[in-house]
């Protein structure tokens, strides 16, 4: 069995994050922030500051310069500019809920949950489902799989149609090595968003896990519909196609995956063990 690592979607624009061990690899892209929104972040920073040189005790601009600085992913300073904005209002549960985003991205998870907790306490602007959301996948990589679980649960207890919640849900439940029960969060995702490329493939690597290679091959096979160009997607088809015995299908799908994907070791680990097995 080939074993590699699972990743969830946090938020976007956002770093990938790792959270479970599977039978094939599972990730999503976030995309990069463009040159047009770095420009923005860059204006309302230089604006902020140029406000703060006349009023350097006005929390909505120190909230202001922390988000421009945290758009371009200047997260110390972010965090900063929060704590600045906290200190001059220390009710303000939006502040709190920023920090606790900054903090988890200098991976300081700890640190964030309890910043979660403290945006709870005292409300938000952003829903809550979304704090609970966060506040989850920080959970997640500490490896507090239940904890994860459980935040999750209150995210869709505040949205129940959030989807990439029950996509959350379905990998905290794969870190308590409950497959069967991951793979019904999936399910509820796709209800919700039926072209959710990630739950699919979350999907599909579980199926894997649990041996139902038949049924993963169908939702791998959805999954290059739903994204042509996805190297996972040829690489995870592969997997299943290799594990099913076949061997020639299989070889042409990590062939495909490497010409999407050309450093993939992954699929270059898969050429040469299908070479092994029918002796090319």
Do not use: W
């Amino acid at each position: 069995m080939h074993t590699a690592t699972a990743t969830i979607v946090r938020r976007a624009p956002t770093a990938l994050l790792a959270v479970f061990g599977l039978h094939a690899a599972l990730a999503c892209t976030a995309p990069a922030p463009s040159a047009g929104e770095d420009a923005a972040a860059r204006a309302i920073l230089a604006e902020t500051e140029r406000g703060l040189a006349r009023d350097a005790d006005d929390p909505n601009l120190h909230m202001a310069r922390g988000r421009a600085l945290a758009e371009l992913e200047r997260y110390d300073e972010a965090l900063a500019a929060y704590g600045r904005c906290l200190a001059l209002d220390p009710a303000r549960g939006e502040a709190h809920f920023r920090s606790a985003l900054a903090l988890d991205d200098l991976g300081r998870f700890a640190e964030a949950v309890a910043a979660y907790d403290a945006a709870l306490a005292r409300g938000t602007e952003t829903p809550p489902a979304r704090v609970h959301y966060d506040r989850g996948i920080s959970l997640g990589r500490m490896g507090r799989h239940r904890e994860a679980l459980a935040a999750f649960d209150s995210a869709l207890v505040a949205d129940a149609r959030y989807a990439a919640a029950y996509y959350a849900r379905g990998a905290a439940l794969n870190g308590l090595f409950r497959n069967d029960e991951a793979v019904q969060a999936y399910e509820r995702a796709l209800v919700l968003r039926p072209d959710m490329p990630e739950a699919l493939n979350a999907k599909g690597v579980t199926l894997l896990r649990l041996g139902r290679h038949a049924e993963a091959l169908i939702v791998f096979e959805r999954l290059i519909e739903v994204a042509p160009e996805d190297a996972l997607a040829r690489l995870n088809r592969g997997l299943a196609l290799e594990d099913t015995g076949r061997y020639d299908e299989a070889l042409a799908a990590f062939e495909r995956a490497l010409a999407l994907d050309p450093g993939s070791e992954a699929a270059q680990a898969g050429l040469e063990r299908i070479a092994r097995r029918i002796g090319r």
